[in-house]
């Protein structure tokens, strides 16, 4: 009987350890700015336009305050064409494949999800997806609301995206 008691105590004593190591996860390593650059590409030559380098120091941001953010950009395969309705040339292809992010000048191709608005909206869309309370509650965000109920501020290809634009969402919160 005390062989019973002591092996129950042993199952025990191993499940608390086994939960605590659960609990404890590694704290990933900060990341290097060689690596950040490394995870964000720009194009080379006549340089980024003022909306592509919004999203690069946005991105670059988020590695260096949240490297443990690596293993969603990793997981991503999707390409997002942002558009400014206004000014056409104010555009970018943001390209997630082989773990890094591609920015290039203009929408490139046919995106798997294109926003497009007026470039005031554009540029405030990161800040308002880092919460949805966001497009509730500040002014911003309901003046993104009204601009996308009068088909201002459009995103195409966001139903049969949805996976990976939520994913865009949780790598920029």
Request: hydrophobic share 45%; proline share 6%; aromatic share 4%.
């Amino acid at each position: 009987m005390t062989i019973v008691i002591a092996a129950a105590a042993a199952l025990v004593i191993l499940a608390a350890v086994i939960a605590l190591a659960r609990g404890r996860k590694a704290q990933p390593a900060p990341l290097t700015p060689e690596r950040i650059d490394a995870l964000v590409a720009l194009p080379a030559g006549d340089g980024t336009n003022g909306l592509g380098v919004v999203f690069a120091k946005l991105f670059r941001q988020v590695f260096e305050q949240n490297p443990e953010r690596l293993p969603i950009l990793e997981r991503m395969n999707v390409v997002i064409g942002i558009q400014d309705t206004i000014v056409q040339s104010t555009a970018i292809t943001m390209t997630f494949r082989n773990r890094s992010v591609t920015i290039e000048n203009g929408v490139r191709g046919k995106p798997d999800v294109c926003i497009e608005g007026d470039i005031e909206t554009l540029v405030t869309l990161p800040a308002l997806m880092r919460s949805p309370a966001g497009l509730f509650l500040k002014p911003e965000g309901r003046n993104a609301l009204r601009r996308f109920a009068r088909g201002e501020l459009k995103i195409r290809g966001l139903l049969s995206n949805t996976g990976s634009f939520r994913s865009f969402r949780r790598l920029i919160r």
